[in-house]
C-alpha cells in the first residue's frame, strides 16, 4: 500500500500496473502524484507552487493597464542597433 505524500492517505496502487511519468490524484487530499519510481512505487507530490509561479510571471508582464508586455519587440530592437 502507497501513501500520499501530502495527506498520508492510503493509495491503492498495483506496481505491475503504473507506468513511470504516470499522474494520479489523491482520494482523500485530491493532489496530482507523479509516479517516479515503479518496484517499488514511488510518488512524488506535483506541486501546486508552479502554476502559483506562472500566475506570478504573468503578473511581472503586464504593463499598468493590465495589458500583457510583448517581449518579442524589445528582441527585434536589439538586432536592429546591432545592424
Known amino acids: 500500500m ?3 505524500p501530502e495527506c498520508s492517505a492510503e493509495i491503492d496502487v498495483d506496481e505491475d500496473e503504473v507506468e513511470e511519468g504516470e499522474i494520479l490524484s489523491c482520494p482523500e487530499c485530491e493532489s496530482e502524484l ?5 518496484h517499488p512505487v514511488h ?3 506535483i506541486s501546486d507552487d508552479l502554476d502559483e509561479e506562472d500566475d506570478e510571471d504573468e503578473e511581472d508582464k503586464t504593463g499598468e493597464n493590465g495589458d500583457l508586455i ?13 545592424e
Open 70 to 82: 510583448d517581449d518579442d519587440d524589445d528582441e527585434e530592437d536589439e538586432e536592429d542597433d546591432e
Open 2 to 4: 502507497i501513501r500520499c
Open 43 to 45: 510518488l512524488n507530490l
Open 34 to 38: 507523479e509516479v517516479s519510481q515503479t
